[in-house]
Structure formats: C-alpha cells, structure tokens
C-alpha cells in the first residue's frame, strides 16, 4: 500500500496519463493545482493540493525514474506526458482496486479463462488464481474458471502485471454445460434467455 507521498505522486500520473498530456502553468503559485482541473471528480481534490515546491519534487522525481516526460516547455508553462514505464507504474497500484463491472444487458457471452503456470511461477499462478475468485469468477476446473462479464482487458492487464501473458487464455463461449445452473449463481435469470 503506498504512503501518502506515494499517493500523490500515483494520482499525479493517474492525472497525466488519463488526459494524455497537461500543460501546467508555471507562473501560478500553485501550478500543481492545474491537475486538479483535469481530473475533477476521479480523484479526492483534497489529495493533489501540490504547492510549487511540492509540484517541482515531483515532477523531478518523476522524470528521473523515466515516468514522464516533458514534451514542451516555455515562458507560460510546461507540457508533460506520461511515458509506458510511468503507465506501468500506475497499473502496478491500481491491480488491488481491480474490479469487473456487470453489464446493464447481459450480451449472452461467458468468458472462460483457462490458465496452466508452471510451478516456477506459484507465486504469480497463486496470485492469478485468488485475484479471478475476488473478481467473482466461478471455478469450473482447478485452472479454468468462468464470468458471464465482459473482462477481456482486466485479464489481460493481470496476466501482463504477473508476467504469465504465455499461460493464460482467455474464450468468448456463446454456450456452455450447466449454462440454467450458472445463470442462478451469477444472478442472470432476470436476463433474457
């Protein structure tokens, strides 16, 4: 779990890189604050009060771990874009709050994810496993399990996090044994059939 020094300087990425660039102006006494503007309402406001000094640790901090880059600079401010180590480094912190949304409208599809990691990577085999139950996955097989949501990219994004990308698949199944049974466990009987 990260601090909350770590915090602010995840959420200033999380800033940077769901807006693709930000232009801060330089001459205001709290030109941090300008993130703020870009991102209202996604992220606590109260978290990213930066003062010039605080925005300028940052931004240095960032730049010399290669998670920005600055694209622009001159006399009304500067524009500053996220590079893929600083993405990577923002998924790594939001793996924990990682959920799958149910549909409005259920598209009639189960995804089914079957996963064979060798013992070399219990730990991330281990970690796959317990994170797909917490998502409500059904455990059909040891290593295959089932959700009726779309879920394509959150798998794809753990299996990336865990480097296991060679050992997980993921199916898109229109029907599928006991379909009456998993339709009661996941709720679906208000979807039509």
Do not use: H
């Amino acid at each position: 779990m990260p601090d909350k020094k770590s915090s602010k300087i995840i959420n200033f990425l999380k800033i940077v890189g769901l807006t693709g660039m930000v232009l801060v102006a330089l001459s205001s006494p709290r030109g941090g604050d300008v993130l703020v503007k870009a991102m209202r309402g996604n992220i606590n406001r109260k978290d990213l009060k930066y003062k010039r000094s605080e925005f300028a640790k940052s931004l240095w901090y960032l730049r010399k771990k290669k998670y920005v880059e600055i694209v622009e600079e001159n006399n009304s401010g500067i524009k500053i874009r996220i590079t893929g180590k600083g993405i990577e480094r923002v998924r790594k912190f939001d793996v924990d709050n990682l959920v799958i949304q149910p549909m409005k409208e259920w598209d009639q599809k189960w995804r089914v994810v079957i996963f064979d990691i060798p013992d070399k990577k219990k730990i991330a085999r281990d970690a796959f496993s317990a994170k797909l139950t917490a998502l409500g996955f059904y455990r059909i097989q040891k290593s295959v399990l089932i959700c009726p949501w779309d879920c394509v990219d959150e798998i794809v994004f753990l299996r990336k996090y865990l480097e296991i990308d060679r050992n997980v698949s993921i199916f898109l199944a229109d029907a599928i044994d006991e379909e009456m049974r998993l339709r009661k466990l996941f709720n679906l009987s208000t979807f039509k059939a």
